[in-house]
């Protein structure tokens, strides 16, 4: 989507390089090994931060080896239940959980995803025990929740949205600080009483480190001018539900250390491993 409208503006032929694998670390290293003359970016998500604490021996330095560039934004988690299951609000889990440690299931992305990582900080947060049941990947996850193999779902409020609107799962409480635009009414863990709590998938772009402030701000004019685009920007506000930031460097960079910091300790805090 950013491809097109980046090619326009910086006047030079963009390729799109999929690159899976190691959560990501794979292509990342391969931008961070680049030549930093605005040749290479890293388009990634919010798995990005979680590679130094859950790869033991990760191919790059995530807060060295590239420099952020550009946040293009975030979107909530959600967490959802199926609908046999009796619980209203997340604080009926919490009840629920307290009467039957580690009895409630809930199932995620995989291990080491940040939906797995929010479930786990508000369990300790609400003194609880929840059972983790990974996928991989959202999808059979979902699928599972909904036929009632687990009790409860964490994914992105994307995927999870047509689920919740067409009932086959019912939300219980989102992870933003403010509710999402689709989901006006389900509460978000503050107001569930999780003081500060936070928990968004999020997208940014990356240069290789070293790469000059004047190559950088031309490439973040040109990517931030193709995603402000009304089709570009329409796609990705009502179908992805992300809350188009459009953050240069300076910002993007704090919100960066932030994730590394929160997240990188409930890794550490709870020994989880990625799965391999």
């Not at 388009?43 to 979680?50: C, E, I, K």
């Not at 999870?160 to 086959?168: D, F």
Request: aromatic share 6%; glycine share 10%.
């Amino acid at each position: 989507m950013i491809a097109a409208g980046a090619q326009e503006r910086l006047g030079a032929t963009v390729i799109v390089e999929n690159k899976a694998g190691a959560m990501g670390s794979i292509g990342a290293a391969q931008v961070a090994k680049s030549a930093a003359d605005g040749s290479s970016f890293l388009v990634t998500f919010d798995s990005h931060a979680l590679l130094g604490a859950l790869i033991k021996k990760p191919p790059l330095d995530i807060e060295t080896d590239l420099e952020p560039m550009l946040l293009v934004g975030t979107a909530p988690y959600v967490i959802a239940a199926n609908t046999s299951r009796p619980y209203k609000t997340f604080a009926d889990v919490d009840a629920a959980a307290k009467q039957q440690p580690g009895g409630i299931t809930y199932s995620s992305a995989g291990p080491g995803t940040l939906g797995h990582l929010a479930m786990v900080l508000l369990a300790q947060r609400s003194g609880i025990e929840l059972t983790h049941v990974p996928y991989k990947g959202a999808s059979p996850a979902i699928v599972d929740t909904i036929g009632g193999h687990v009790d409860l779902v964490i994914a992105s409020i994307a995927i999870l949205l047509p689920q919740l609107e067409s009932g086959k799962l019912r939300g219980l409480m989102q992870t933003g600080r403010a509710p999402a635009a689709a989901l006006k009414d389900l509460p978000t863990a503050v107001d569930s009483g999780f003081a500060d709590f936070e928990a968004l998938a999020w997208w940014g772009v990356f240069a290789p480190k070293g790469t000059p402030p004047a190559v950088i701000e031309r490439a973040n004019a040109a990517f931030t001018d193709a995603l402000e685009q009304e089709a570009v920007s329409r796609q990705l506000r009502e179908t992805q539900q992300i809350n188009l930031l459009l953050d240069g460097p300076e910002r993007f960079r704090t919100f960066f250390a932030r994730q590394i910091d929160v997240w990188g300790g409930v890794v550490r805090d709870n020994d989880i491993r990625a799965s391999s």
